[in-house]
T-cell receptor, first 112, second 111 residues
Framework: DTAVSQTPKYLVTQMGNDKSIKCEQN?????MYWYKQDSKKFLKIMFS???????INETVPNRFSPKSPDKAHLNLHINSLELGDSAVYFC???????????FGEGSRLTVL | GENVEQHPSTLSVQEGDSAVIKCTYS??????FPWYKQELGKGPQLIID?????GEKKDQRIAVTLNKTAKHFSLHITETQPEDSAVYFC??????????FGAGTTVTVRA
């Protein structure tokens, strides 16, 4: 059983399109995150939700909109995709107050 | 916000030798310092962490040291094996567990 699963694993799309990435965790964690990893491998937090409530919202264009329908799911919708959005997006989860993050395998987004 | 610097960016070692990766952080309020290993095509995975009330922690072939005064911490891998080849990230956070990651170190273990 995959602990943190995200779909799709690969996404290739044209500039200007809208796309979504879905994430689900079966670990019973109460906190979920989206991280962006650029071509230089740099990992940067984008959003964090605790029990469906947004608690971290870094400086991210408002074209990016996270949605958490319940504490086991955190989806990421991106509007009007730009070339610079090409990256690997990682979903992660944790128990609040413990520190250890469990990452999914990543969703590689390529914008042409 | 927290700024974490990590060195070196790449590290090549002979199998059996030791590897050391060093990180510095800027925020004196940071008190949690994890290390993550990322294998090709996978997400990062926690390998060891240390909290500010501890100076050193060891788990089999890996160890982490923390110097709070100097605001730096290091990862030591002894008796390296080919499966240790990966990208390693240090990170730091305070009580909010909002992790700031270093830029990563690509470790290659030569057989």
């Amino acid at each position: 059983d995959t602990a943190v699963s995200q779909t799709p694993k690969y996404l290739v799309t044209q500039m200007g399109n809208d796309k979504s990435i879905k994430c689900e965790q079966n670990l019973g964690h109460d906190t979920m995150y989206w991280y962006k990893q650029d071509s230089k491998k740099f990992l940067k937090i984008m959003f964090s939700y605790n029990n469906k409530e947004l608690i971290i919202n870094e400086t991210v264009p408002n074209r990016f909109s996270p949605k958490s329908p319940d504490k086991a799911h955190l989806n990421l919708h991106i509007n009007s995709l730009e070339l610079g959005d090409s990256a690997v997006y990682f979903c992660a989860s944790s128990y609040a107050g413990t520190g250890e993050l469990f990452f999914g395998e990543g969703s590689r987004l390529t914008v042409l | 916000g927290e700024n974490v610097e990590q060195h070196p960016s790449t590290l090549s070692v002979q199998e059996g030798d030791s590897a050391v990766i060093k990180c510095t952080y800027s925020d004196s309020a940071s008190n949690y310092f994890p290390w993550y290993k990322q294998e090709l095509g996978k997400g990062p995975q926690l390998i060891i962490d240390i909290r500010s009330n501890v100076g050193e922690k060891k788990d089999q072939r890996i160890a982490v040291t923390l110097n709070k005064t100097a605001k730096h911490f290091s990862l030591h891998i002894t008796e390296t094996q080919p499966e240790d080849s990966a990208v390693y990230f240090c990170a730091a956070s305070g009580n909010d567990y909002k992790l700031s990651f270093g830029a990563g170190t690509t470790v290659t273990v030569r057989a």
